[in-house]
């Protein structure tokens, strides 16, 4: 049977795709190439899956987002990446802990919710 095999990216709509590409490649550090995209390889040291997970419609999780989806990027060390982002200036919403490793959210220029993870070590 025919099937899904993975993901093959994330597509969507900015005000000001120049300006987000900028910001994703300074800030976050995507290596963004010269067709205005990022390639992100899947890697042994990345996390074992990528997840889909609709939500209901009236969650608040991607609060205090109003776009209807979420980033979430792959991290190797979340406290690492955080005093980058701190170091640019970039407001941290929370961090949290869980059976599946640590996150923490900001939210790009545009107001999407990002959620940073570093899954949880085997």
């Known amino acids: 049977m025919a099937r899904i095999t993975g993901v093959g ?22 290596d963004v190439q ?8 899947s890697a042994a040291e990345g996390p074992p899956h990528f997840v889909w997970s609709p939500f209901s419609a ?5 609060e205090p987002s109003t776009r209807e989806f979420m980033l979430n990027f792959a991290v190797d ?5 955080l005093a ?7 407001n ?6 869980d059976e599946n490793g640590r996150f923490a959210w900001l939210l790009d220029p545009e107001g999407t919710k990002i959620e940073l993870w570093e899954p949880k070590k085997e």
Request: proline share 4%.
């Open 34 to 41: 010269a067709w205005g995209g990022a390639l992100l390889p």
């Open 77 to 81: 060390d979340l406290d690492g990446v």
């Open 58 to 62: 009236d969650t608040t999780y991607m």
């Open 9 to 30: 990216g994330i597509f969507f709509k900015a005000r000001d795709p120049k300006a987000l590409v900028d910001w994703y490649r300074d800030t976050l550090g995507l």
């Open 84 to 90: 980058q982002l701190e170091t640019k200036g970039v």
């Open 92 to 97: 941290i919403l929370g961090r949290a802990d």
